[in-house]
């Protein structure tokens, strides 16, 4: 059966720790060899273009960019025909898009993985490393705490999502409006999150915690949205000061790119508890372990 990853919950718990196995070990398999991968962005990428095509590469098979203008998808032609093409000579399709719903269009037409390289819901293969990352630091991942602060992005949906699935307790510091809807609450509960909390306060979230995790406070294609959201949104910037009211081992995480001095300081993020930067060196082994997972479940590809 052909194996997609659009959110993280697409895995089974045991799925995922066979993708995370996948992710830390020494050599991956050659899976991809001698086969392509579609990487299509309609916005903007350092980590994720960069880290998906050295995974492909890694993998064995041969990455090729597609940039906003090039496919056009539902301009020049239909996300199904967009993807049906595709298959044709790819045994992966990733995509980062602004509609996650184009994503699943595309998962039901094709039957190689389609992988989320973002969407407007979620972003998996973000949430994948920032796992690793915080596997990294903590033996005993489900006695921890994360505290997400700020605004609740397709990338606070996905790490909560990977976080409950590792029996983590999830909270959330965000301003009304901007919270996380109380569906999502229940779907990060069911997935065995050892506590949900959702409030406005964010030292009151934060007190405690072991990861504290914040993203910008717009996303890519909410830019005219800035100006109302900063005001709103500067009672909950990363500073010194909310970090010292975090665990003594606690650390911080930002999948970046980092609007320094709105949503974080550069003393946090350049600070002893960051660990940002090995975050994003996890996006290559999130990326290498989750297709090579895909790749491997959903049988002979092209
Ligand atoms: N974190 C992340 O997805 O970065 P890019 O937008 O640069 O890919
Ligand atoms: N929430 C951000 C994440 C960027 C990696 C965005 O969607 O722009």
Known sequence: MTRHLL???DLSPAELAEV??????LEPSQVLARKGA???????????RNSTEMAVVALGGHPIYLKPDEVDIDGRESA???ARTLSLYHSVLAARVFDHQVLVRMAATVDVPVVNLLSDLSHPLQAIADLLTIRAEFDDV????????????????????ASAMSGMEVRFACPDGYQPPAADLEVFASHGAAGVRSEADPAAVVDGADVVVTDAWYSMGQEAEANVRRPIFEPY?????????????????????????????????DGPRSRAWQE???????????????????????
């Open 237 to 269: 910037r990363v500073d010194a000061a909310l970090m010292d009211r975090a665990a003594p081992d606690g650390i911080f995480l930002h999948c970046l790119p980092a609007h320094r001095g709105e949503e974080v300081t550069d003393e946090v993020l």
């Open 80 to 82: 199904e025909d967009v």
């Open 38 to 48: 579609a990487l299509i962005f309609e916005k903007p990428s350092n980590r994720t």
């Open 142 to 161: 489900a006695e921890r705490s994360v505290a997400w602060v700020g605004d609740y992005s397709n990338v606070a949906r996905s790490l909560a999502i």
């Open 280 to 302: 994003a060196a996890n996006r290559f082994n999130a990326a290498r372990g989750a297709i090579e997972w895909l790749v491997s479940e959903s049988g002979e590809g092209r």
């Open 7 to 9: 959110e993280v919950d």
């Open 20 to 25: 995370l196995d996948l992710c830390t070990a």
